[in-house]
């Protein structure tokens, strides 16, 4: 798919650089004119005062996304960051050149910038009534036709720029994923936690397991991975005495892609020294309720796919990851079972299980598969094995499971989180059972570290786009990240 949409005719095209050629003919360029706002759209709007027309005088600029000229007065509306305002154009008050400039040279698409005073229409709307105005940019290609926004999925993705103008319910959504991130910093630094950024570009591909980007750095000769999670690093900060420690930053993993993955995505982890994963639950539900109550006004949610309300303050669901597999299995000695009695029950559950598979990933995929889907309300899965995650304590009562727990919300994992194994001889052994034959891929230094002393601590991830998912109800996480990866538009 060409990057230049297929229906934008050739002659709007040559129509509106002939027009820019008159303009700079005539002595204006836009593109070396400019404007100095004094209010964004709605913050403008906020300032008139009812039944005091003309008093308040404003310059605001944006987007012409509204432009019907009418004889000697016209009404218009642009566009800016916060949404649209109505501008009032008239002949006797710009004067006969520049009401003809107005009318002849402008185009659905440009941006002005105009100045004058705020009234209240007949209608109700509150609108400028232009004394003046200056186009700063041409828009030599329109917008999509019949301003019914972009009907192509791709190229909402490839021409993000086009969908951020034209379709509402997309800018609302993005702006919102911004006000998440932003709510989230302020809870956090509200309860002492410190934010800092550590490399992308690590020397072992550690915290999770997952594929890495592998890149050469030149000057150095050696390889590096992009880093597929933040947690070594940021335990190292733990023992450094940073005792409450956040990052929200992009990991990479090349992986596949899907409705709820992205090989570049956005995470937050966090942790605490002196805390647990109960310590973690009770920051999650805080922080979660909070959010939805400031940033969405409410702490409830309808759920898209199946229609239930979310209630986030409400009773949060907890339920061990062996209770949940012995129900769904109607098994009660599942856990006991041969894998091929695992492998026989699981293909009768309607799934493909791997010859190559362990018996904890044929238990995982019936979690995967048919538990964790119909987990809508919120849930804290505890005590997952101990294989799934080699960086967390083993529980004191059963050392088959991990004192762990997966916030699941909406049929979607949203926030992992463990207390953190703080023993170096206890992580250097999970590390090396997780590592096999492949004892390079170890983080050497990540254990020396701990060596030094780690206190006890809970960590948590949450994926920042899964989570703004959950909350916009988007359909993919494609339409929570402005900028999805996608396959280049001349690739074969």
Not at 136 to 152: F, Q
Not at 253 to 273: C, D, I, W
Not at 282 to 307: N, W
Not at 348 to 358: D, F, M, N, S, T
Request: aromatic share 8%; charged share 25%.
């Amino acid at each position: 798919m060409s990057d230049i949409p297929t229906d934008i005719s050739h002659d709007q095209h040559a129509v509106r650089r002939q027009k820019l050629a008159d303009l700079r003919a005539g002595g204006s360029d836009p593109f070396r004119a400019s404007v100095a706002p004094t209010h964004f759209s709605a913050d403008a709007k906020a300032l008139y005062v009812e039944g005091q027309d003309n008093a308040v005088t404003v310059t605001v600029a944006g987007r012409l996304v509204t432009f019907r000229v009418q004889g000697g007065s016209s009404f218009v509306k642009i566009q800016d960051q916060q949404g649209p305002i109505q501008l009032y154009f008239r002949r006797d008050v710009l004067g006969e050149e520049r009401y003809g400039v107005f009318k002849k040279s402008l185009d659905l698409g440009d941006i002005i910038g105009v100045t004058g005073a705020l009234f209240k229409t007949k209608t109700g709307e509150i609108t400028v009534r232009v004394d003046a105005f200056t186009l700063v940019a041409k828009a030599l290609r329109p917008l999509p036709e019949k301003w019914h926004g972009l009907s192509d999925a791709e190229q909402v993705y490839r021409q993000r720029y086009l969908d951020l103008i034209v379709n509402a319910e997309s800018r609302a959504r993005l702006l919102l994923r911004s006000r998440v991130v932003s709510h989230i910093r302020r809870f956090l630094e509200g309860r002492q936690f410190i934010e800092v950024e550590t490399p992308v570009l690590e020397a072992t591909a550690g915290g999770a397991a997952a594929r890495p980007f592998v890149t050469h750095h030149n000057a150095l000769n050696v390889d590096f991975f992009l880093r597929i999670a933040t947690e070594l690093r940021l335990k190292r900060l733990l023992v450094g005495g940073i005792d409450r420690v956040f990052e929200i930053g992009r990991i990479f993993r090349n992986e596949g892609v899907s409705r709820k993955h992205n090989p570049e995505f956005t995470m937050l982890e966090v942790y605490q020294a002196y805390s647990d994963y109960r310590g973690m639950m009770a920051l999650i539900k805080d922080l979660l309720t909070t959010l939805c109550a400031e940033v969405l006004g409410t702490t409830k949610i309808k759920h898209a796919a199946s229609g239930q309300d979310i209630d986030f303050a409400g009773e949060w669901r907890e339920v061990s990851y062996k209770e949940l597999i012995r129900t769904a299995t109607g098994d009660a000695e599942w856990f006991s079972r041969s894998k091929a009695e695992k492998t026989a029950a699981a293909e009768k559950l309607g799934l493909a299980i791997a010859p190559a598979w362990e018996e904890f990933e044929i238990t995982n995929e019936i979690f995967s598969k048919k538990i964790e889907p119909t987990l809508i309300q919120p849930t804290f899965v505890t005590h997952l094995p101990k294989e799934l995650c080699p960086l967390a304590k083993l529980n004191a009562e059963d050392p088959t499971v991990l004192d762990v727990f997966e916030l699941t919300i909406g049929g979607m994992e949203i926030a992992p989180a463990y207390s953190e194994q703080n023993d170096p001889d206890a992580q250097r052994e999970m590390f090396e059972q997780q590592a096999g034959e492949e004892k390079q891929n170890i983080d050497q230094d990540f254990l020396l570290a701990l060596e030094h002393g780690m206190p006890p601590a809970g960590g948590m991830g949450v994926g920042i786009d899964r989570l703004c998912i959950l909350l916009t109800g988007a359909e993919s996480i494609r339409d929570v990240i402005l900028f999805p990866q996608l396959r280049p538009s001349d690739a074969k």
